[in-house]
Nanobody, 118 residues
Framework: QVQLVESGGGLVQAGGSLRLSCAASGRTFSTLNMGWFRQVPGKDREFVVGIYWTGAKTDGADSVKGRFTISRDNAKNMIFLQMDSLKPEDTAIYYC???????????WGQGTQVTVSS
C-alpha cells in the first residue's frame, strides 16, 4: 500500500504561481512512477504530467506545457508540481498518483484545491 498526501493548493491570481507537494509513504518511493492529475466538477480527471522512478518525465498535457514542471525528491519521498503563469482554466482539484507499471496508477491522494482568479 501507498499513502499519498497533497498540499500546497490555494487561491492565486492569474499569472501567479503555486507549488504543490505530495508526500508518499508505505513502500519504497524510489521504485514508484508518480503523476499529477486534475479534475473539474462534472468533467473527467485529466492527466497533467508524470515522472518515472528513473527521474524521466513525461510530456505534460498540452494545456500546461511550458508552465508546469514536475520533480521528485527521493530522499524526502516527495514529488512536486511547480505551476507558473497560472490561468483561470487551471482551477481544479489536483491529485497525486503512484504506480509501479508505466503510467498505470494504483494509488491516489485526496486532492488539493487550486483556484485561479481572473
Amino acid at each position: 500500500q501507498v499513502q499519498l498526501v497533497e498540499s500546497g493548493g490555494g487561491l492565486v491570481q492569474a499569472g501567479g504561481s503555486l507549488r504543490l507537494s505530495c508526500a508518499a509513504s508505505g513502500r519504497t518511493f524510489s521504485t514508484l512512477n508518480m503523476g499529477w492529475f486534475r479534475q473539474v466538477p462534472g468533467k473527467d480527471r485529466e492527466f497533467v504530467v508524470g515522472i518515472y522512478w528513473t527521474g524521466a518525465k513525461t510530456d505534460g498535457a498540452d494545456s500546461v506545457k511550458g508552465r508546469f514542471t514536475i520533480s521528485r525528491d527521493n530522499a524526502k519521498n516527495m514529488i512536486f508540481l511547480q505551476m507558473d503563469s497560472l490561468k483561470p482554466e487551471d482551477t481544479a482539484i489536483y491529485y497525486c498518483a503512484a504506480g509501479n507499471i508505466g503510467l498505470r496508477f494504483d494509488y491516489w491522494g485526496q486532492g488539493t484545491q487550486v483556484t485561479v482568479s481572473s
